[in-house]
């Protein structure tokens, strides 16, 4: 990237110990700012230990993360929602009990503070809920259903939703597709395109190729607690990126496993 | 039939009123000379708002998925120790800050044992602190009532307004304005503000809670506080009305206040639950009780029938959400 700006967001060296085993070591990689990218990586590869540090959830035990250049510290998700870095989560973590509106901006609700206690708009929180989902052409009936009677996909948009309600820079999804129905998926997969044309980087942890190749610009691979291997989506393939899954380089056409017989 | 969502939604909000109303009408024609005296209807306020304090103390609790059987034992021990400080002479205003610190006092204490403790279930800390509690009220009054309290800390608990149209001895009792007072500023707190909606937050899911940035340990411990103060309040005004402090008060205080939540139309598994619904519930087991008495039923068959009304309650309530998934 020489020459380029500034990225987004860059890991430098990151490395995380749970006790004697080793989650992540030397992991480094950048996003660019507007851009998709896609992260894979087998059931133990460390994607989303990864996550959690650059969500705030966990510090890590070495090395920095970088935001617009400047290095930065998380203390809490909190801190990491404030510098504009979002997660979506792959059960979604909607209050079902509660409004689509009041799940969007829970913690962040609009109104007149009083030292700790917000005393709510609730009528200025609805509209927003409505110009903003209007913003991401989500159609839902009203703000004020409960999200437990929404379909799986419409929740995946109201969680993405909540994620983009408030400048986001970077939105990290964990299986965005993993718990919706195959008619959904397409939606869900149209959103994070929409996130993009609106400026906001995406990192998508998937486990389904057709997700990746769909939309990202770019494809990482985490394979035993580092970054294996990385390449612009155009320059790659399906094969090449499971082989990258599997720990393999260099994949030929014979190793490929949908030609495994 | 005819369905009509205007009035499910209604009913569901307001349905509990029509049963309320429907109790009043049945006692009143069984009873009429008696049910309709302005003096058993002062009583039932009068009798109740401890109940309804303690019950809207252990809403905050039950929306949060959580449980507090210790109120019955830290009423007593508010009751006792403001007694105590009473007779000691300290001054009245005092005393009466007594009870309800005494209350947030154990309310700490429960919400930090379940947060730092990280004990599994708020059951198992409460039950502990329902114990010790009771426990402390009976060593600090060697299992004696104390009597004899200044006039002020009787105040809230006794006086009622007859406002010039009533007989005494009945009225508006002050007791019954002390409830109505605390209703409508948790009702506040629970929809008008962002802690109040976090606590619902709580009840329906604490992991969206917790990345949505909400301090869900704090929100616990203040949940377990409020509980507690409002055990420490019921107290005063039971003190009031008796003009004592005893250390045996309030014994399955707490499963009175959680039925009473149930009956309202909280959720026992969290999130879902009104302020009105437990005021509504706690009306309905005090007229239940008031009209047995007053038909000379015994309070044997009392507990069978509340023990009923509770189930009832709960299966309505099931019936209720199956057809709302249906639609």
């Keep these: 990237m020489a020459g380029s700006a500034t990225p987004l967001l860059e890991a430098r060296g990151v490395a995380k110990y749970f006790g004697a085993i080793t989650a992540l070591h030397d992991v480094n990689f950048q996003v660019g700012h507007g851009e998709v990218l896609g992260v894979v990586g087998d059931n133990g590869a460390g994607k989303s230990t990864l996550m959690k540090i650059l969500s705030g959830l966990y510090h890590p035990s070495e090395g920095e993360i970088l935001l617009d250049g400047k290095v930065v510290k998380f203390n809490s998700p909190k801190d990491a929602r404030a510098a504009g870095i979002e997660m979506v989560y792959q059960d979604f973590a909607l209050a079902g009990n509660m409004p689509i509106y009041e799940n969007i901006y829970m913690g962040r609700e609009p109104g007149i503070k009083l030292g700790p206690l917000t005393i709510i708009d609730h009528h200025k929180a609805r509209e927003m809920a409505r110009s903003h989902l209007d913003n991401l052409h989500i159609n839902v009936k009203s703000v004020d259903q409960n999200t437990e009677d929404l379909s799986g996909g419409q929740r995946q948009a109201v969680a993405i939703a909540r994620a983009t309600a408030f400048h986001a820079q970077l939105v990290i999804m964990d299986e965005p597709t993993a718990a919706l129905a195959i008619k959904e998926v397409g939606k869900v997969l149209d959103l994070i395109k929409r996130l993009k044309e609106h400026g906001v980087a995406v990192i998508v942890i998937s486990h389904r190729m057709d997700d990746i190749f769909y939309c990202c610009d770019r494809v990482m691979a985490l394979y035993q607690g580092t970054n294996f291997a990385e390449s612009q989506l155009a320059d790659t393939s399906r094969n090449e990126v499971i082989g990258w899954i599997m720990g393999t380089k260099g994949h030929t056409e014979s190793l490929a496993h949908d030609r495994l017989q | ?327």
């Design chain 2, 1 to 327: 039939m005819l369905y009509s969502p205007k009035l499910s939604k209604f009913l569901e909000s307001y349905g509990i009123i029509l049963v309320v109303i429907v109790m009043m009408v049945v006692i009143a024609l069984s009873r009429p000379e008696v049910f309709l005296t302005p003096q058993n209807l002062t009583n039932i306020l009068k009798q109740n708002a401890t109940l309804a304090l303690v019950a809207l103390g252990m809403f905050v609790v039950i929306v949060t998925a959580g449980i507090d059987l210790s109120v019955g034992s830290t009423m007593a021990l508010s009751m006792v120790t403001l007694a105590l400080a009473s007779r000691m002479g300290l001054p009245w205003p005092v005393v009466l800050l007594v009870g309800p610190l005494v209350g947030i006092a154990v309310g700490l204490v429960n919400g930090i044992g379940l947060t730092w403790l990280k004990l599994p279930h708020p059951f198992i800390m409460t039950l502990g602190t329902l114990n010790a509690v009771r426990g402390i009220a009976y060593l600090v009054t060697n299992g004696a009532p104390i009597s004899g309290l200044q006039p002020e800390v009787r105040y809230l608990g006794q006086a009622y307004y007859d406002l010039g149209i009533f007989a005494p001895p009945a009225g508006i009792p002050a007791s019954l304005i002390v409830v109505a007072v605390c209703a409508i500023g948790l009702w506040f707190f629970l929809e008008k503000t962002s802690t109040g909606r976090h606590i619902y937050a709580i009840g329906g899911n604490p992991q969206a809670a917790r990345v949505s940035g909400v301090n869900v340990d704090g929100i616990l411990v203040l949940v377990y506080v409020i509980a507690g103060f409002m055990a420490g309040l019921g107290g005063l005004l039971l003190a009031g009305r008796t003009d004592s402090g005893f250390p045996n008060a309030g014994l399955m205080l707490e499963l009175d206040a959680i039925a009473a939540v149930i009956i309202g139309g909280a959720s026992f598994f969290g999130g879902r639950g009104t302020v009105l619904g437990v005021l509504a519930g706690v009306l309905i087991m005090g007229l239940l009780r008031n009209g047995l008495n007053i038909n000379n039923v015994s309070s044997f068959w009392q507990m069978v029938l509340i023990g009923i009304v509770i189930i009832f309650a709960v299966w309505i309530d099931v019936i209720r959400r199956r057809a709302a998934v249906r639609r």
